[in-house]
């Protein structure tokens, strides 16, 4: 990868921490403050959210029929998710240390906060604490499995994929022969580097 391509990519990587840091500033200055793993609204907000609750008799006679009966099917596939998220985790706590990788940290992709909102119902809760499993189980898996590409095989595809991870863009290009030796170990040391 040529010094430009580099240099962009830092950049990027720079503005994008700096906006989630304005983003979060500014979100925590208008409406509530993160005090440890808790949330708090000010009362104006509290007060605000309770009144747009909906109860839970009246979201269920409000809310779609399909929602309610594609519900078991959503809900029974917590299954393989417990069982996806106990291999990952195991996984990279066996390997990762014999390899040298830092681990992942479990509480930067699983959050659960939205159960601080007080216009949701115990029902909307439950589906929002679901969600938020599951998406931050699916971010926190590809996390360890980018880690464990940039180790065994730090090599874009020949042809242009959706949806990769944040380290992709800085692997070797496609047929970049002659620096794939020494640019892997580069890569591997790299990985021990990470902030644990």
């Known amino acids: 990868m040529n010094d430009k391509i580099n240099q962009l990519l830092s950049q990027m990587a720079a ?12 979100e925590s200055r208008v409406f509530f403050q993160i005090k440890g793993k808790r949330v708090e609204f000010e009362k104006s907000a509290r007060d605000a959210h309770r009144k747009l609750k909906t109860g839970v008799l009246r979201w269920l006679v409000k809310d779609r029929p399909q929602n309610l009966i594609t519900g078991p099917l959503i809900y029974g596939m917590i299954v393989p998710l417990l ?9 990279q706590w066996v390997c990762f240390p014999i390899y040298g990788i830092a681990r992942v940290r479990r509480g930067d992709y699983l959050v659960f ?3 601080h909102l007080g216009y949701l119902n115990a029902i909307e809760k439950f589906h929002c604490t679901y969600c938020e499993y599951g998406n931050g189980l ?3 898996m590809t996390e360890i499995l980018a880690r ?4 065994f095989c730090p090599i874009k595809h020949a042809h ?7 380290r992709y863009h800085r692997f070797l290009e496609y047929g970049e022969a002659e620096a794939y030796e020494a640019r892997l170990e580069e890569f ?9």
């Open 113 to 115: 906060d939205r159960r």
């Open 15 to 26: 503005l994008e921490a700096e906006l989630r840091t304005a983003v979060h500033q500014q």
């Open 188 to 196: 591997r040391v790299a990985l021990g580097k990470e902030v644990k």
């Open 138 to 140: 699916m971010a926190y």
């Open 148 to 151: 464990t590409e940039q180790y």
């Open 160 to 166: 242009k994929i959706l949806g990769t991870h944040a």
């Open 83 to 91: 069982m996806l998220d106990a291999c990952v985790s195991f996984y």
